[in-house]
């Protein structure tokens, strides 16, 4: 009596058949007579995870940062529409904008907008920059009596101190070639108040508007269109 069917019935689903080597039939299991593939194996991608994580990390500083920046934000007045030098400001002129502002700028607050409203520009008002109290004045530019003349200095000619609107100063002639001033042995000096500052980088010069009486005016501009005057700063003690 054959006992090959009794081994056949014992044999492992996937056993090698005699005769075979042992390692036939350990890739895939039979499953109703079909054979089925092993799970593939995972593998472990470490830049893959370490650049989700950097992208993690990376939204969470933008997030921050945002909110710093809504959260530091301050509501203060802008041009809205360019006001030239003397005119009257307009309500529809100005307009509230919310800025992270820089310690070293003094912006008027949104809320003394309506204050602002019917003073004149104390020098041009770009549209989109932010207005500042040097920026705005209740007086007219040249007041009665007064006469406002644009001097170009060259560097040499100016302090190293930035000057400002309000500034008082005196243009001062400077002797010409030969050593001697224009008109007199001594020199002329015409004092004055500045309205605004300018610079010409073209010209390497820089042009500087200046209140002074209307009897002086026409001296002054002689005196300037020389380009034989230096201007002085005098003390903003009040």
């Known amino acids: ?34 054979e089925v593939a092993p799970p593939p194996k995972m593998r472990r991608r470490p830049l893959l995870i370490a650049a989700s994580v950097a992208a993690i990390c990376l939204g969470g ?18 041009v809205r529409s360019t006001v030239h030098r003397g005119e009257v400001i307009e309500a529809s002129d100005l307009m509230a904008v919310q800025v ?17 409203v019917g003073q004149r520009a104390a020098m041009d008002l770009a549209a989109g920059g932010l207005v500042t109290k040097q920026d705005v004045t209740s007086s007219v530019l040249p007041a009665e ?10 560097p040499g000619g100016l302090p ?10 005196r243009i001062v002639s400077t002797p010409g070639m030969d050593g001697t001033y224009r008109g007199s042995g001594s020199p002329v000096q015409v004092t004055a108040t500045v309205v605004s ?4 980088p073209d010209a390497g010069q820089s042009v500087v ?3 002074v009486p209307q009897d002086q005016a026409a001296d002054l501009v002689a005196r300037a269109a020389t380009g034989k005057v230096a201007l002085v700063l005098d003390s903003r003690a009040r």
Do not use: C, H, N, Y
């Open 1 to 34: 009596m054959s006992l090959a069917p009794k081994q056949a019935r014992d044999r492992l689903p996937g056993a090698p058949e005699p005769g075979e080597p042992e390692s036939a039939g350990r890739g895939s299991a039979a499953v109703g007579g079909a």
């Open 61 to 78: 500083l933008l997030g921050v940062l945002a909110f710093t920046s809504m959260s530091s934000a301050t509501s203060v007045v802008a």
């Open 100 to 116: 992270g502002v820089d310690p070293a700028l003094k912006p008027i607050p949104a809320a003394d907008l309506k204050g602002l």
């Open 145 to 154: 009596g007064m006469s406002v003349v644009g001097v170009s200095l060259p």
């Open 160 to 169: 190293g101190t930035a000057l400002q609107a309000g500034d008082q100063v």
């Open 197 to 200: 500052v300018r610079q010409l």
């Open 209 to 211: 508007d200046v209140s």
